[in-house]
């Protein structure tokens, strides 16, 4: 086959009278002339001339929206609107037809619901692709912020027998016969004749076991997917979704919290400094989608101004205390405005109160620590107070937590004495607690959900836009 040259290199090219071939989707084709053509690699279209006079009519009619072509020309200098360089065709090969009777992705709005029910066909779209681009990009930063500062990469199970949250929301793992399963002589399942020989489940987290890596390894971090069977049809929740969790021996809260925000800042920056394009074209999608909104539900910033905005601020640090004090304080508490009011010391925060803080009172990214232990995981060090943990939740600007972490609990008496609190069988996380026993160290970690961070990232609205098929309560499809 010959070799092609992308769309986005042919489009910055400085070479002009040049012989190329290029292949992609037709994006529109008009006036029986000028084919928008689309290979993924950028946004924008390359145009190809038809000499529509000397080409085959059979030929022009199967040039459709959809259809996938390798264009063999020249690629000249451009007099007309939009574009430097365009491509005159002197063969064009059709190598996908697409009958433009049914195909659904028309040059055309079509809603987000509608692209959604079509998820195995929305890439094509300059939507889709950018947010898949920019995904890409921050996926890739990631690596490179803990590769470049020597941690470990660890590949943590999918398939576990814990439940790190200690929520019970998970999604079971069986090869039993669903029509035939075993029963023990009380009645109740007989998990050890499955396949793992005992109840298991998917992961909600690789935090325990990326403890465990840290303790020997010193800096680890994992990427990959996690589950959670939480029946949310909320813009916030998947049932499947990737997080990041590094974990640091011989780290403090402070480390931690610095660590996590070099981290946002930097695959941030990464990303705006490679997706210039689609981070514009992002900005202006959302510009347009504001301003169907009520003027008291737009945001104040675009785009690209959120974004700038937590590469240009320090984080604001404060306890949870002193953000329930301002909370109080706040005039849509006083004003009942919260859906949620903030009652007082222990209240769980919500997202109204989280995006107050950021968006509102400090109008910067916030970092809240020393939340209360009852509102927070097992594992998490106790603080001197008795009533407080070394927590550390990141808020940002219009999406509200995007990091979870702490400092790890190393002391066994205290560990073991929380989870007896807690309720959690100590028997089943033996290991767990093997780290305890022998060398223990102070450590910390955090979660970053990254699809929460690819939401911040486009703009987008609803979290099942930024992964390529999400599934949640009731979906299941391609």
Request: glycine fraction near 6%.
């Amino acid at each position: 086959m010959s070799q092609r040259t992308k769309i986005k290199a042919l489009l910055q090219s400085q070479q002009t009278e040049i012989d190329v071939t290029v292949k992609g989707w037709v994006r529109a084709f008009r006036s029986n002339r000028f084919i928008a053509l689309n290979d993924g690699s950028t946004n924008n279209n390359i145009q190809v001339v038809v000499d529509f006079e000397n080409t085959d009519p059979a030929l022009l009619k199967r040039i459709t929206v959809g259809a996938a072509l390798s264009v063999q020309g020249k690629l000249i200098a451009s007099l007309g609107k939009g574009q430097t360089v365009e491509v005159v065709a002197t063969d064009i090969e059709i190598l996908g037809d697409s009958d433009p009777e049914k195909y659904p992705i028309q040059p055309k709005k079509h809603s987000l619901e509608f692209l959604r029910e079509n998820a195995h066909l929305r890439f094509r779209t300059s939507t889709f692709s950018a947010i898949f681009r920019v995904r890409n990009s921050l996926a890739f930063a990631v690596h490179q912020f803990f590769q470049e500062r020597g941690f470990v990469y660890l590949h943590t199970p999918i398939i576990t027998a814990s439940d790190a949250e200690g929520a019970g929301e998970t999604f079971h793992v069986t090869n039993f016969d669903l029509d035939n399963i075993p029963k023990t002589d009380t009645g109740e399942i007989d998990f050890k004749q499955d396949f793992f020989g005992r109840a298991a489940n998917l992961t909600v987290s690789g935090q325990l076991e990326g403890e465990l890596g840290a303790m020997a390894l010193s800096d680890i971090y994992t990427f990959g997917p996690t589950f959670r069977a939480e029946n949310s049809n909320t813009t916030r929740h998947l049932a499947e979704f990737w997080m990041i969790e590094p974990e640091v021996a011989f780290n403090d809260i402070v480390d931690n919290m610095d660590l996590a925000e070099d981290m946002l800042k930097y695959v941030i920056k990464y990303t705006l400094d490679k997706n210039a394009d689609d981070i514009e074209f992002l900005t202006q999608r959302l510009e347009e989608e504001e301003k169907t909104k009520p003027q008291n539900e737009r945001s104040e910033m675009t785009l690209l101004e959120k974004l700038q905005f937590c590469l240009n601020n320090d984080f604001e640090r404060l306890t949870y205390t002193e953000a329930i004090q301002i909370l109080r304080d706040s005039t849509p508490n006083k004003k009942k405005k919260f859906q949620y009011p903030v009652e007082g010391w222990g209240t769980d925060l919500q997202s109204e109160h989280e995006r107050y803080l950021v968006e509102k009172h400090f109008k910067k990214p916030v970092i809240l620590t020393d939340y209360p232990k009852e509102i927070k995981s097992f594992y998490m060090r106790q603080n001197d107070d008795g009533k407080t943990v070394a927590a550390m939740d990141i808020l940002f600007p219009g999406i509200g937590e995007i990091v979870g972490g702490s400092q790890r609990e190393e002391r066994l008496d205290k560990l073991e004495q929380r989870m007896d609190e807690i309720g959690i069988p100590k028997d089943e996380l033996w290991w767990y607690l093997d780290t305890r026993r022998f060398g223990t160290c102070p450590h910390a970690g955090f979660g970053l959900g990254f699809e929460r961070l690819v939401l911040f990232v486009t703009g987008m609205g609803n979290i099942r836009d930024v992964i390529p098929f999400p599934r949640f309560p009731k979906n299941a499809e391609f």
